[in-house]
């Protein structure tokens, strides 16, 4: 079955550190993998996606996500973390049940990260 | 701009009360999707629709009904709303796998 785990619930950090959000997926095949950021109050907004090619991919406000198909992860990173990237942070993968077509944009979510970045 | 619109944003109502939530994109997308969203599961896929007069169930259709009449809108519809429903709704578009969101319903049935 294929499944996207995000195994920390929350994750603090103080700002001008890196940050590390991870998540590892269960997928056949090759995977599509992406970012989405949640600000309060508000709706998700892509951050990045992985289909093929370069293992690091890079995105939106600062962020990138490394690809590694023996781990099985996709971590989202950023080398210098701000108070405003305090946030809800969820990983997807692409559902590979329904293939073809319009119905490539179904997505399994984790349960998703909350990031907490203190001055 | 490019954008998914959700209406109403706050909706309050009681149990067996249908209601509507309506959600139109822009951006000529044919892929439309509803999802909740509860604390501690994530986002869970309720309705999708490939395009227009074609919508399947998602992990969680039980309770709602959906309708594709038109490319741009892709309303959510509780026929008889119960509390555990009671849940934040988003409606997304896609286009190549990216799912654009639109800012969200919360409902509350008491």
């Known amino acids: 079955a294929q499944s996207v785990a995000q195994p920390e619930d929350q994750v603090n950090v103080a700002e001008g550190n890196p940050l590390t959000v991870k998540c590892t997926y269960s997928v056949s095949g090759n995977p599509y993998l992406f970012w989405y950021v949640q600000y309060p109050n508000r709706g998700l907004q892509f951050l990045l996606k992985y289909i093929t090619g370069d293992n690091l991919v890079k995105g939106s406000y600062g962020f990138e996500a490394e690809f590694n198909k023996s781990q099985t992860s996709f971590h989202l990173k950023k080398p210098s973390a701000l108070v405003s990237d305090s946030a809800l942070y969820f990983c997807a993968v692409r559902d590979i049940r329904f293939l073809g077509g319009g119905s490539q944009g179904n997505l399994i979510f984790g349960k998703g990260t909350k990031l907490s970045v203190k001055p | 701009e490019a954008q998914v619109t959700q209406n109403p944003r706050y909706l309050i109502t009681v149990t067996g009360k249908k209601l509507t939530v309506t959600c139109s994109q822009n951006?000529?997308?044919?892929?439309m999707s509803w999802y909740r969203q509860d604390p501690g599961l994530g986002l869970r896929q309720i309705y999708y629709?490939?395009?227009?007069?074609?919508?399947d169930k998602g992990d969680v259709p039980e309770g709602y009904k959906v309708s594709r009449k038109e490319k741009r809108n892709f309303p959510l519809i509780l026929e008889s709303p119960s509390p555990n429903q009671t849940s934040l709704y988003f409606c997304?578009?896609?286009?190549?796998?990216?799912?654009?969101f639109g800012p969200g319903t919360r409902l509350l049935v008491l």
């Open positions: 629709s490939m395009n227009v007069e074609v919508t």
């Open positions: 951006m000529n997308h044919e892929y």
């Open positions: 997304a578009s896609s286009l190549m796998g990216t799912q654009y």
